[in-house]
């Protein structure tokens, strides 16, 4: 879509100085040598910052609200065309549908307006939407049309529009609806409404020169209602130097003499001032702009609440000032354009020179000498490839990192890192926060261990819930949403904001449970093909590729010939298979085998889930499966694995209970745990063994003792041991302790989240230090406080990362610290195909952490895991800091990462 830029009405033609304003201003000590303009880095520095914010709050409310929202769409939507005409990068699709929702919501009223009706906001917002549409250079239509002959007919007698809102800022003012009527006019009123926008415009000039001006909103609208009225010169002047001397000493402006100075106010005087070529001073707009600059918050933003209305509630957008961020989110659209006008004009950047322009706009000092969003200094650089460390500086802006080594130019923070890791923010290969971070998008315990990507999806993932798979519910802002498709799950993550980048596979539960159901029938020839449109349609949606969990069902229902012909899908979309093998005891050997095969024989690379050997019967053999791996890999098959740096695992009591007993879903295992036929022949499944099923039971020596409940019950944190002897003390005779399994998960509906002790150091470690083999935590983003604090979890929700570093690095000498950091980072990213984010190097992404290499350690245990770690010190995610000397800052500036479709 080509972009007008935002300039003067080609019609009006006004004079750089209007005379007269000189003899009616005093400029007092704004001159102009006092008030130097504003560095160009700093401005484009701050307007990075706030472009983003405002692609954010523009997506967000379109998402949340059901109508066209004025100040939440139109304004950003301004503000986000200019930047792209002063050559910022914006996102071009969010931009578009905010144009194209603008003229869906005038399409849906088109029989409203044509019968003089209009819609809600009445001339506001139509004039708002036909703004909208003009950024957009979106073509007249007969929906233009219809809108444009409504606002012909709303004209007062008295020559002005009225205005209809009750909100501020605009709530009183005539002028403000005047000129947004007057300017869809301009812009979209066909050849037969010529000569009655004419006889408009003329009543407006009549209107306005005798209309009394009693606020900075008035006044500024008075100024831009000139360039489609003809005013005399005089009334002009007298609007040009009323605005001028409402200037005040701390260089902005106030809304109304009895109020502070605001971003809103100032921005909009220095807006009008600049589009009337009105500023006889450049120290005016000098100390304007400092104002706005000095007044900007850290996120970006600029936060209004002197016209805030307690009463009204806003649906929360992604902008960070809640009831305020009405005025706040209009406040920082009109200083984003203030700012872009302080902005010298310059050539656009040639498309083929990739070093004209920066992601977001921002610059890349070409010298060094430049000034940065953010400045690391002095720490020991690792930068995630493995190679050696060294002490270096890192120099970051926006979102990008521009330049390591010896930084030498300035910037808005520096940290000093001396004594202090720098490293790549971890990626976390086997994450299960796909749900907890919609209850708490901070992401507490993954932040506080340093990761800044989560990789979720292992067997069941966000999407699709679809055909015989119910959706699934969510609450997003206060609003429930319906989750069908992994797209929609995706843009549900968005909408609710989290501190860590989000990537995901498709899970192949969701798969077969939508086809399938609860069945354990196998499936047709018909069922995999809609299996591969689902696994296809995620795909395109963004995902990675294809997570298995073929221990339990309904994974384990797949056969390898499926399993192939799935990933047959994978490999066109160059998407990645991850699976949680079948048999990780006795049967490891064969179960990886099988993982290998399928990778081969699709043509897909495989990485393996959380690898162990995790059934005593077969401790010790890590290194006939590092072989296994080791010769796949010779013959070309790809095939890697990941490890989480504990020897228990978590899974359920339920995991116990043989495969098929689970057919039908919850309710028919609880009614088999119920039938006593059905308990005898369970126990004797449990006991002897099915061939080919992975047995928790006996992987644990059939010792209850190794059993740790972290489910939310009042049994949580003891063993299961201990809750047999509790449960059968003083019955006579003692109850079979698997009967005792069958009720406790009768009594918990069938599911009881359980940590098995059913692995060993020594294959563990040897594990961890295979090249191939990456760091994954198998945890969710969980918190110490809060109701993400529930149940006995296993402590690597808490602690992976940092017990990599202190127990495996520092006090073990298993891995070298550029290794492990390796391991965490650049692998794992390499392993999806991450190309911008996991090594430090000018032009990636700025997911950064920072830690003390002398004191890092995890906290949490089996018995007490709700402990964050330390020695983390900061956290940086996209450029922004999440993590500041161990508190989190609130900051959400985490992004959903979806692969490129193809």
Same mark, same amino acid.
């Given at each position: 879509?080509?972009?007008?830029?935002?300039?003067?009405?080609?019609?009006?033609?006004?004079?750089?100085?209007?005379?007269?304003?000189?003899?009616?201003?005093?400029?007092?000590?704004?001159?102009?040598?006092?008030?130097?303009?504003?560095?160009?880095?700093?401005?484009?520095?701050?307007?990075?910052?706030?472009?983003?914010?405002?692609?954010?709050?523009?997506?967000?409310?379109?998402?949340?609200?059901?109508?066209?929202?004025?100040?939440?769409?139109?304004?950003?939507?301004?503000?986000?065309?200019?930047?792209?005409?002063?050559?910022?990068?914006?996102?071009?699709?969010?931009?578009?549908?905010?144009?194209?929702?603008?003229?869906?919501?005038?399409?849906?009223?088109?029989?409203?307006?044509?019968?003089?009706?209009?819609?809600?906001?009445?001339?506001?917002?139509?004039?708002?939407?036909?703004?909208?549409?003009?950024?957009?250079?979106?073509?007249?239509?007969?929906?233009?049309?219809?809108?444009?002959?409504?606002?012909?007919?709303?004209?007062?007698?008295?020559?002005?529009?009225?205005?209809?809102?009750?909100?501020?800022?605009?709530?009183?003012?005539?002028?403000?609806?005047?000129?947004?009527?007057?300017?869809?006019?301009?812009?979209?009123?066909?050849?037969?409404?010529?000569?009655?926008?004419?006889?408009?415009?003329?009543?407006?000039?009549?209107?306005?020169?005798?209309?009394?001006?009693?606020?900075?909103?008035?006044?500024?609208?008075?100024?831009?209602?000139?360039?489609?009225?003809?005013?005399?010169?005089?009334?002009?002047?007298?609007?040009?130097?009323?605005?001028?001397?409402?200037?005040?000493?701390?260089?902005?402006?106030?809304?109304?003499?009895?109020?502070?100075?605001?971003?809103?106010?100032?921005?909009?005087?220095?807006?009008?001032?600049?589009?009337?070529?009105?500023?006889?001073?450049?120290?005016?707009?000098?100390?304007?702009?400092?104002?706005?600059?000095?007044?900007?918050?850290?996120?970006?933003?600029?936060?209004?609440?002197?016209?805030?209305?307690?009463?009204?509630?806003?649906?929360?957008?992604?902008?960070?000032?809640?009831?305020?961020?009405?005025?706040?989110?209009?406040?920082?659209?009109?200083?984003?354009?203030?700012?872009?006008?302080?902005?010298?004009?310059?050539?656009?950047?040639?498309?083929?020179?990739?070093?004209?322009? #920066?992601?977001?706009?921002?610059?890349?000092?070409?010298?060094?000498?430049?000034?940065?969003?953010?400045?690391?200094?002095?720490?020991?650089?690792?930068?995630?490839?493995?190679?050696?460390?060294?002490?270096?500086?890192?120099?970051?802006?926006?979102?990008?990192?521009?330049?390591?080594?010896?930084?030498?130019?300035?910037?808005?923070?520096?940290?000093?890192?001396?004594?202090?890791?720098?490293?790549?923010?971890?990626?976390?290969?086997?994450?299960?926060?796909?749900?907890?971070?919609?209850?708490?998008?901070?992401?507490?315990?993954?932040?506080?261990?340093?990761?800044?990507?989560?990789?979720?999806?292992?067997?069941?993932?966000?999407?699709?819930?679809?055909?015989?798979?119910?959706?699934?519910?969510?609450?997003?802002?206060?609003?429930?949403?319906?989750?069908?498709?992994?797209?929609?799950?995706?843009?549900?993550?968005?909408?609710?904001?989290?501190?860590?980048?989000?990537?995901?596979?498709?899970?192949?539960?969701?798969?077969?449970?939508?086809?399938?159901?609860?069945?354990?029938?196998?499936?047709?020839?018909?069922?995999?093909?809609?299996?591969?449109?689902?696994?296809?349609?995620?795909?395109?949606?963004?995902?990675?590729?294809?997570?298995?969990?073929?221990?339990?069902?309904?994974?384990?229902?797949?056969?390898?010939?499926?399993?192939?012909?799935?990933?047959?899908?994978?490999?066109?979309?160059?998407?990645?298979?991850?699976?949680?093998?079948?048999?990780?005891?006795?049967?490891?050997?064969?179960?990886?085998?099988?993982?290998?095969?399928?990778?081969?024989?699709?043509?897909?690379?495989?990485?393996?889930?959380?690898?162990?050997?995790?059934?005593?019967?077969?401790?010790?053999?890590?290194?006939?499966?590092?072989?296994?791996?080791?010769?796949?890999?010779?013959?070309?098959?790809?095939?890697?694995?990941?490890?989480?740096?504990?020897?228990?695992?978590?899974?359920?009591?339920?995991?116990?209970?043989?495969?098929?007993?689970?057919?039908?879903?919850?309710?028919?295992?609880?009614?088999?745990?119920?039938?006593?036929?059905?308990?005898?022949?369970?126990?004797?499944?449990?006991?002897?063994?099915?061939?080919?099923?992975?047995?928790?039971?006996?992987?644990?020596?059939?010792?209850?003792?190794?059993?740790?409940?972290?489910?939310?019950?009042?049994?949580?944190?003891?063993?299961?041991?201990?809750?047999?002897?509790?449960?059968?003390?003083?019955?006579?005779?003692?109850?079979?302790?698997?009967?005792?399994?069958?009720?406790?998960?009768?009594?918990?509906?069938?599911?009881?989240?359980?940590?098995?002790?059913?692995?060993?150091?020594?294959?563990?470690?040897?594990?961890?230090?295979?090249?191939?083999?990456?760091?994954?935590?198998?945890?969710?983003?969980?918190?110490?406080?809060?109701?993400?604090?529930?149940?006995?979890?296993?402590?690597?929700?808490?602690?992976?990362?940092?017990?990599?570093?202190?127990?495996?690095?520092?006090?073990?000498?298993?891995?070298?610290?550029?290794?492990?950091? #390796?391991?965490?980072?650049?692998?794992?990213?390499?392993?999806?195909?991450?190309?911008?984010?996991?090594?430090?190097?000018?032009?990636?992404?700025?997911?950064?952490?920072?830690?003390?290499?002398?004191?890092?350690?995890?906290?949490?245990?089996?018995?007490?895991?709700?402990?964050?770690?330390?020695?983390?010190?900061?956290?940086?995610?996209?450029?922004?800091?999440?993590?500041?000397?161990?508190?989190?800052?609130?900051?959400?500036?985490?992004?959903?990462?979806?692969?490129?479709?193809?």
């Amino acid at each position: 879509m080509n972009r007008r830029s935002i300039c003067r009405h080609p019609f009006v033609s006004w004079p750089l100085i209007i005379l007269g304003l000189v003899a009616a201003w005093s400029p007092g000590t704004l001159r102009a040598e006092d008030q130097p303009a504003p560095d160009v880095d700093v401005l484009t520095r701050s307007i990075t910052r706030s472009v983003a914010l405002l692609e954010k709050a523009s997506a967000g409310t379109a998402e949340q609200r059901a109508c066209f929202t004025c100040h939440g769409q139109a304004l950003p939507v301004l503000a986000l065309v200019e930047a792209e005409h002063r050559g910022f990068a914006i996102d071009q699709e969010n931009l578009d549908r905010q144009v194209e929702r603008a003229h869906r919501h005038l399409e849906r009223g088109k029989a409203s307006y044509i019968q003089g009706k209009g819609q809600g906001g009445g001339v506001d917002t139509a004039g708002y939407a036909l703004w909208t549409l003009e950024s957009g250079a979106r073509a007249a239509d007969d929906v233009t049309d219809a809108v444009t002959a409504y606002l012909l007919q709303k004209q007062s007698d008295r020559g002005k529009w009225r205005c209809s809102s009750d909100r501020p800022p605009s709530e009183t003012s005539d002028f403000t609806t005047t000129y947004l009527a007057l300017r869809g006019l301009a812009a979209f009123a066909n050849e037969t409404m010529a000569e009655r926008v004419a006889g408009c415009a003329k009543q407006a000039t009549a209107w306005l020169q005798q209309a009394p001006t009693r606020e900075t909103e008035d006044t500024v609208f008075g100024l831009l209602i000139s360039e489609y009225a003809e005013l005399p010169t005089d009334k002009r002047n007298t609007l040009v130097t009323t605005l001028l001397q409402g200037q005040r000493e701390d260089g902005g402006w106030a809304q109304k003499p009895d109020m502070e100075s605001d971003a809103y106010a100032t921005a909009t005087a220095l807006y009008a001032l600049h589009r009337a070529g009105a500023v006889p001073d450049p120290a005016v707009w000098n100390r304007g702009i400092r104002y706005l600059l000095e007044s900007q918050q850290p996120d970006g933003s600029w936060h209004v609440t002197s016209r805030s209305k307690p009463f009204q509630t806003y649906f929360e957008t992604g902008f960070p000032h809640g009831k305020d961020q009405f005025i706040s989110t209009s406040a920082t659209a009109w200083a984003t354009l203030a700012l872009l006008f302080a902005l010298p004009e310059a050539p656009e950047p040639h498309a083929s020179d990739p070093d004209a322009s #920066r992601p977001n706009g921002d610059p890349m000092p070409a010298d060094g000498t430049g000034r940065h969003s953010l400045i690391l200094r002095g720490g020991r650089i690792v930068d995630g490839t493995g190679n050696p460390w060294f002490v270096g500086d890192v120099a970051i802006n926006g979102d990008r990192i521009v330049e390591i080594g010896s930084v030498t130019g300035t910037a808005d923070r520096v940290i000093d890192a001396r004594n202090l890791v720098i490293a790549p923010g971890f990626v976390d290969m086997h994450s299960h926060s796909d749900w907890t971070l919609f209850e708490d998008g901070n992401a507490e315990s993954k932040i506080r261990q340093g990761v800044t990507t989560e990789v979720l999806g292992e067997g069941a993932s966000g999407g699709p819930n679809m055909g015989k798979m119910p959706p699934r519910e969510v609450t997003i802002n206060g609003k429930t949403q319906r989750i069908t498709t992994l797209g929609e799950y995706f843009d549900g993550l968005e909408q609710s904001t989290t501190s860590v980048n989000v990537a995901s596979y498709v899970g192949i539960n969701n798969l077969w449970r939508s086809v399938m159901g609860q069945s354990f029938a196998r499936p047709s020839s018909a069922d995999l093909k809609r299996m591969q449109a689902l696994l296809a349609d995620a795909m395109q949606a963004g995902a990675f590729g294809l997570s298995s969990q073929v221990m339990t069902p309904p994974g384990s229902l797949a056969t390898t010939e499926e399993l192939v012909e799935l990933c047959k899908v994978v490999h066109q979309h160059q998407g990645i298979y991850s699976t949680h093998i079948r048999n990780e005891g006795t049967g490891v050997f064969d179960s990886i085998a099988e993982a290998i095969s399928i990778g081969e024989q699709a043509g897909v690379p495989v990485d393996v889930i959380h690898l162990k050997i995790a059934d005593e019967q077969s401790w010790g053999m890590m290194r006939g499966v590092v072989e296994l791996f080791a010769k796949a890999r010779a013959r070309g098959v790809n095939v890697q694995a990941n490890v989480y740096p504990y020897t228990r695992g978590n899974n359920n009591l339920s995991s116990i209970i043989p495969p098929w007993a689970h057919e039908g879903g919850r309710e028919k295992l609880l009614e088999r745990l119920g039938d006593a036929a059905a308990r005898r022949r369970m126990k004797h499944d449990i006991e002897k063994g099915i061939p080919g099923w992975y047995n928790h039971y006996t992987a644990v020596g059939r010792d209850w003792g190794r059993m740790l409940i972290s489910a939310d019950c009042r049994y949580r944190g003891q063993t299961m041991d201990a809750v047999i002897a509790e449960r059968t003390a003083g019955l006579d005779p003692v109850p079979d302790a698997l009967d005792v399994l069958f009720d406790l998960l009768m009594e918990e509906g069938g599911s009881v989240s359980t940590v098995y002790a059913h692995h060993e150091e020594r294959d563990m470690n040897l594990a961890m230090q295979q090249p191939w083999c990456s760091i994954g935590s198998d945890g969710s983003a969980l918190a110490t406080s809060g109701s993400l604090r529930r149940g006995n979890p296993h402590p690597r929700n808490f602690g992976t990362f940092p017990r990599v570093l202190g127990r495996y690095v520092r006090e073990r000498n298993v891995l070298t610290l550029e290794d492990a950091i #390796r391991k965490m980072t650049s692998l794992n990213a390499a392993k999806l195909g991450i190309q911008d984010r996991g090594i430090l190097r000018p032009g990636m992404y700025a997911d950064l952490t920072l830690f003390d290499p002398q004191t890092v350690i995890d906290q949490a245990t089996y018995s007490d895991p709700f402990h964050y770690n330390v020695g983390i010190h900061y956290v940086i995610v996209n450029g922004q800091v999440v993590l500041d000397q161990g508190r989190h800052t609130g900051a959400r500036p985490g992004r959903v990462l979806r692969k490129p479709a193809r």
